[in-house]
T-cell receptor, first 113, second 108 residues
Framework: GAGVSQTPSNKVTEKGKYVELRCDPISGHTALYWYRQSLGQGPEFLIYFQGTGAADDSGLPNDRFFAVRPEGSVSTLKIQRTERGDSAVYLC???????????FGEGSRLTVL | KQEVTQIPAALSVPEGENLVLNCSFTDSAIYNLQWFRQDPGKGLTSLLLIQSSQREQTSGRLNASLDKSSGRSTLYIAASQPGDSATYLCAVLSDMRFGAGTRLTVKP
């Protein structure tokens, strides 16, 4: 596609539920990043993929968070047993190469009630 | 661990003013630095990318400079317009770290 696509744009769920957020990067971009942004803050790094593998997952806050990119293109961020503190905008970015220019999607706004 | 700081957190100026936004980082061994604009409720739009071998980049009324030795980058906006009102963020790409942003308001 022309840009990074994220779905859903908005997700409202109840505490304890499971959530999946999807990111479709720019075609041909090998690097894919997930960030989380709370109101008034800059994006907080979660995980970085180079191809199919997670090159750096040091930003994942705990084991309830997991992400995959099985074919080196689309990625899914999975959150188990959601908590109210998980409410934020989850941003995905892709890049043609590591540490290269980032291109962001519009984000998925997650609200946990 | 790389820390990225943006000062000021908020800035309000009258239309037509030239202004400078600051971004500082603690580890000077950076690779690339990128400036973004974010409008409320939207994703991040890339403004300028400065590669490690460069000292500055220009696009229209925007000029970004990079001084790795002092751990600073600046974004200069010339002849500001109300449409420039947004949050401006810098990111050290090699460390995947962002600043908290500067919220700019340009008053007509």
């Amino acid at each position: 596609g022309a840009g990074v696509s994220q779905t859903p744009s908005n997700k409202v769920t109840e505490k304890g539920k499971y959530v999946e957020l999807r990111c479709d990067p720019i075609s041909g971009h090998t690097a894919l990043y997930w960030y989380r942004q709370s109101l008034g803050q800059g994006p907080e790094f979660l995980i970085y993929f180079q191809g199919t593998g997670a090159a750096d997952d040091s930003g994942l806050p705990n084991d309830r968070f997991f992400a995959v990119r099985p074919e080196g293109s689309v990625s899914t961020l999975k959150i188990q047993r959601t908590e109210r503190g998980d409410s934020a905008v989850y941003l995905c970015a892709s890049s043609p190469d590591p540490a290269g220019e980032l291109f962001f999607g519009e984000g998925s706004r997650l609200t946990v009630l | 661990k790389q820390e990225v700081t943006q000062i000021p957190a908020a800035l309000s100026v009258p239309e037509g003013e030239n202004l400078v936004l600051n971004c500082s980082f603690t580890d000077s061994a950076i690779y690339n630095l990128q400036w973004f604009r974010q409008d409320p409720g939207k994703g991040l739009t890339s403004l300028l990318l400065i590669q490690s071998s460069q000292r500055e980049q220009t696009s229209g009324r925007l000029n970004a400079s990079l001084d790795k030795s002092s751990g600073r980058s600046t974004l200069y906006i010339a002849a500001s317009q109300p449409g420039d009102s947004a949050t401006y963020l810098c990111a050290v790409l090699s460390d995947m770290r962002f600043g908290a942003g500067t919220r700019l308001t340009v008053k007509p």
